[in-house]
């Protein structure tokens, strides 16, 4: 299907088109239609714990941070930069030297210690496919909208897309646009070390592979679960990290291993099923990915990203 029928469908399947056909102006791009109107964003006052719950409550990966007296957008935390936060890259520094490990200390600074400020975002007059473009191209999974006056009026994300796709790509199979390059970790790994996988690899979420507990001989290896950049920042914004500690140390959090938190009953595909099939699950099971196997062997996954990039084609 091509990129234009695609797009001409995602117009058609407008959220709520009633709704918005008062609100949008001439004034305004056709990706205002699809886009989220009403954004939770935080001042940069706001602190790392308290960013944190509020994703995982509205089920966000990424968070706004706004001016609370102009409302102009300073910058955006997201799912990745709390992993790099907690061991995954260069703002652990934050937790190792500033607060010298101290994690409940380091939690409780200033989201702007950690938030992104060079914010990618969209105009309010951008079309849908500048949206899917752009996207590709900077290797985005959502923008902010903002208006002349840089007020954030929406936002747009990857599964925005997916899910006004859901039952339309009848053509297009899994095995065409899934990503084979695996990188893959087990059940014994610590959340610090799945956190540098996933920042330094630009992965949300990362295949858990081990012995099947339920063969006691194993030939190979065998998909046990999935670790999401979500599945992490739960951990930590449902306050589950804090039954770990003991003394405040940071350690007594890293070392929990991804067989506490991993997914174990995962929702997973074959190479033969239509993308337009694999949109409806991840919009049911509220999932970005799913993991694509063979005779109960990994071969590849499936996610929004490779999903847009039907659209781009």
């Given at each position: 299907m091509r990129r234009k029928e695609l797009i001409n469908i995602v117009k058609s399947r407008e959220r709520a088109p009633l709704e918005f056909e008062t609100h949008i102006t001439e004034h305004e791009g056709d990706i205002m239609s699809i886009a989220k109107r009403e954004v939770v964003t935080v001042p940069q006052s706001a602190t790392i714990k308290e960013s944190a719950e509020i994703m995982v409550k509205n089920k966000f990966r990424r968070l706004p941070i706004t001016d609370p007296g102009t409302g102009k957008i300073r910058g955006i935390v997201t799912a990745m930069d709390i992993l790099d936060f907690l061991g995954g890259g260069?703002?652990?520094?934050?937790?190792?030297?500033?607060?010298?490990?101290?994690?409940?200390?380091?939690?409780?600074?200033?989201?702007?210690?950690?938030?992104?400020?060079?914010?990618?975002?969209?105009?309010?007059?951008?079309?849908?496919?500048?949206?899917?473009?752009?996207?590709?191209?900077k290797e985005v999974g959502a923008f902010p909208i903002i208006d002349s006056d840089e007020k954030i009026v929406g936002i747009i994300s990857e599964r925005d897309f997916v899910f006004l796709l859901s039952g339309v790509l009848t053509d297009e199979i899994v095995e065409d646009f899934m990503t084979t390059s695996l990188i893959t970790t087990t059940p014994g790994t610590r959340i610090e070390g799945a956190s540098k996988i996933m920042v330094r690899n630009k992965l949300r979420r990362i295949p858990v592979i081990g012995e099947e507990r339920k063969t006691p001989h194993p030939e190979n290896d065998k998909?046990?679960?999935?670790?999401?950049?979500?599945?992490?920042?739960?951990?930590?914004?449902?306050?589950?990290?804090?039954?770990?500690?003991?003394?405040?140390?940071?350690?007594?959090?890293?070392?929990t291993t991804l067989s506490d938190i991993m997914i174990n009953d995962v929702v997973t595909t074959n190479s033969q099923t239509r993308l337009g099939e694999i949109c409806s699950i991840m919009e049911t099971k509220g999932i970005g990915g799913l993991p694509v196997?063979?005779?109960?062997?990994?071969?590849?996954?499936?996610?929004?990203?490779?999903?847009?990039?039907?659209?781009?084609?």
């Open positions: 260069d703002k652990y520094q934050i937790l190792e030297k500033k607060h010298d490990g101290n994690f409940l200390s380091a939690i409780n600074d200033p989201v702007r210690e950690i938030m992104t400020s060079n914010v990618e975002v969209l105009s309010h007059k951008s079309s849908i496919g500048d949206a899917v473009s752009k996207m590709l191209k998909l046990v679960g999935i670790v999401t950049s979500t599945d992490i920042l739960k951990f930590l914004g449902n306050n589950t990290a804090f039954e770990k500690l003991v003394t405040n140390d940071a350690e007594e959090i890293l070392n196997v063979r005779n109960s062997d990994l071969i590849g996954i499936i996610t929004e990203s490779d999903i847009l990039r039907v659209i781009s084609g």
